[in-house]
């Protein structure tokens, strides 16, 4: 069941638990989350970056989300464009069904930033999409957008409450020492930084990109300190490709045997994140 990121959000910023976003990168993937959400009785958000619109099409990822309405029955999900950059992309994913929309202008000066993030949610929300924006620059590889470690910025405090009161975006990303990718092994949550803007913005979900790779734990920790979104890829990625290699390892070519396994894995990391978030039940 489809539905926009602001309903998911709003209740999580109420409770004390927060939803996961996980990257998909074909149907595949996209069918393992689904079947974990159904399992555990878990709202989720479903994410296709830029990178992935250009490998899939707009065209097939509208049958892609048809499907994703269908297929996860009363379970409510949110298809969202993760980390566009390009207007051209963001009225393209509007048009094609997605339901939520990230515009990332984290590379650009603060005040340019805030006029192009004001744009997008103009355009979003005359047709009820919500719109995630993003300050600070947060590290490591995120297929399409690298950021060296030399060029990562923490999220200034001012800075984000200024930002959300000028764009206002549904939904914040902040800065806060995670890295794309799984660049930085046990990455360091500033947690005192995180406590800083979420007192300043107690309504506002905020959103922990860069999630691979930090303890357990502390993205616990981050989601009491307001950490609503968080956002899973290169995790998956990995289990995928561990249950094909699993497979071709053990003679087989056949693709249903390895796409099953694959499958399976990524919806197993999958259910993991979604005990560690507390979604589960949430439905």
Known sequence: MLVTADLLLKEAVNS????????????????????????????????????????????????????????????????HLDHSRRLETIVGAIRAGFTSIMYDGSHLPFDENVSTTKEVVKIARAVGIPVEGEIGRIGGVEEHIKVGEDEAIYTEVEDAVRFYELTGVTSLAIAIGTAHGMQKKNAKINFQRLEEIHSRLPEVPLVLHGSSGVPKEDIKKAIKLGIKKVNIATELKMAMASGIKKILDNGSIEPRDYLTEGIENVKREVLNNIDILGSAGRV
């Open 16 to 79: 004390d638990y927060a939803i996961g976003a996980f990257n998909i990168s074909n149907r595949e993937f996209l069918v393992a989350i689904i079947l974990a959400a159904k399992e555990a009785n878990s709202p989720l958000i479903i994410q296709a970056s830029e990178s992935t619109v250009k490998f899939l099409g707009f065209d097939y990822l509208s049958y892609l989300i048809k499907f994703a309405d269908r297929f996860s029955e009363n379970i409510p999900i949110v298809f």
